[in-house]
């Protein structure tokens, strides 16, 4: 899985809820440059649908994997612009 790419920073959300991960996964992914890649880490089982919807409504980011377990949610988000 992110075996694939380069992960930037690591942003741990466990135990918050909807709609907080996203809500944080935005701001972090602000912060980053062109090409960095935000790894989010999260409990919420609902941030593995509000995560893959909030990347494929939002221009500059790229959803590049999710994977469950564990009791924990892993998302990886590109900024592409």
């Given at each position: 899985m992110?075996?694939?790419f380069d992960i930037t920073e690591t942003l741990d959300v466990k135990g918050a809820s909807c709609p907080m991960p996203v809500v944080q996964t935005?701001?972090?992914?602000?912060?980053?440059?062109t090409g960095d890649v935000l790894e989010v880490l999260a409990t919420d089982p609902g941030s593995m649908s509000d995560i893959d919807g909030w990347a494929a409504g939002t221009e500059g980011v790229e959803l590049l994997d999710q994977a469950a377990g564990d009791d924990v949610y892993k998302h990886y988000v590109r900024r592409t612009e």
């Open positions: 992110s075996d694939a935005k701001s972090a992914i602000d912060e980053l440059e």
